[in-house]
């Protein structure tokens, strides 16, 4: 119940919850707007990526809201001005398995579309990694925080969370919410919005109903050690990670990626012609996770991190400027098995076949 005060009689009047449709409030005109203008509405701190996303290929479908947590989650947000429907909780899956395909890279371009159109401002892709870098908790930025375009690298979570926002919920959401919740860990948050008319006013009150805020720590702490067991992708640099899943082993060889050769050489650089057997452009896996040097440069025989080196090729070979960030990893492969860059193999869970190259 909410109450209203007046200051001078010092009357006390209880509000009371009136329907959304009596107050002439609207899902998408009203509700949405709100929730992407201040997505506090909804009980947690989130970054609004867009409104009406429909990038799924082949299907008509729009979801309501996509936002990220400061933890790198995408989260789905399904918003019902009244009561959730019987196919609420449904639909909010099919969406989020939608989503789950997503990369980092891919939600930042939606929200430089989606912020250039509303704001009617010119959005660059630094300006869009800068925003994601500041928003995001540390131990979610990759090593080297930006691309070489200037988004912000990070690990963005495979799962997505849903987020159900509505005036009223039935047993025939909650039910098999609580089910999914309980029997397979889902992240799944049913926020229970009601609205006030107090004269000139509308207030909005929201409470989070599923899980329960009793339960809401032990599902947490349930779910995270569920994570740590099925992937490990936040627990550390992506050495580490490509090490402890043997992607990777000590010894092993990487090869620099011929796509990522520069056009143009400087004056005088130390090889002009790419050849993968030259040790210029290999370097072997020491198998040291406790440092940032780890890989040795078979050209000089001297021990970098995967970035240093990166960063000291393209220097002697196009005088590029080692201050300027990029993501050492794409720029390598693995000899024996070059279909991945090492950046897209910290996303496997086993080296690639030759049926997986193939197909």
Not at 19 to 43: C, K, M, S, T
Request: aromatic share 10%; charged share 35%; net charge negative.
């Amino acid at each position: 119940m909410i109450f209203s005060i007046n200051n001078n009689s010092e009357a006390v009047t209880e509000l009371k919850d009136e329907q959304f449709a009596d107050l002439d409030i609207w899902e998408r005109r009203d509700l949405q707007e709100w929730v992407i203008d201040n997505p506090r509405i909804l009980g947690e701190d989130l970054l609004v990526v867009t409104s009406e996303y429909d990038g799924f290929e082949g299907l008509r479908d729009r979801l309501d809201v996509l936002a990220l947590t400061p933890d790198g989650k995408l989260v789905v947000v399904e918003l019902k001005r009244d009561n959730a429907d019987d196919t609420t909780d449904l639909q909010a899956i099919k969406y989020a398995s939608y989503c789950a395909t997503l990369t980092a890279e891919d939600i930042q371009n939606e929200y430089r579309e989606f912020w250039q159109e509303r704001d009617d401002e010119e959005l660059t892709p630094g300006s869009v990694g800068e925003k994601f870098n500041d928003f995001l908790q540390e131990g979610v930025l990759r090593e080297d925080p930006f691309t070489e375009d200037g988004w912000a690298a990070f690990d963005l979570g495979s799962k997505p969370r849903i987020v159900l926002a509505a005036g009223e919920f039935g047993t025939q959401v909650t039910a098999p919410v609580m089910w999914l919740i309980e029997e397979y860990g889902m992240d799944i948050t049913c926020t229970k919005i009601d609205a006030y008319d107090n004269d000139d006013e509308i207030l909005l009150d929201s409470q989070q109903i599923i899980p329960v805020k009793e339960a809401e720590e032990y599902m947490t702490r349930r779910r995270e050690k569920e994570e740590r067991q099925d992937e490990k992708r936040h627990s550390g640099r992506t050495i580490t990670l490509l090490l402890d899943r043997e992607l990777l082993s000590q010894g092993d060889e990487v090869v620099f990626t011929e796509s990522y050769v520069p056009d143009e050489f400087s004056d005088d650089p130390p090889v002009q012609q790419y050849d993968e057997s030259d040790d210029f452009w290999r370097a072997r896996i020491t198998g040291k996770k406790g440092q940032s040097d780890n890989v040795e440069w078979l050209y000089d025989n001297k021990e970098y991190s995967f970035t240093g080196l990166s960063k000291e090729l393209l220097r002697q070979l196009a005088g590029r400027d080692s201050d300027k960030a990029l993501n050492g990893y794409k720029y390598w492969t693995l000899q024996e098995n070059p279909a991945y860059t090492l950046d897209e193999l910290r996303d496997k869970r086993s080296l690639p076949t030759v049926q997986d190259v193939e197909n």
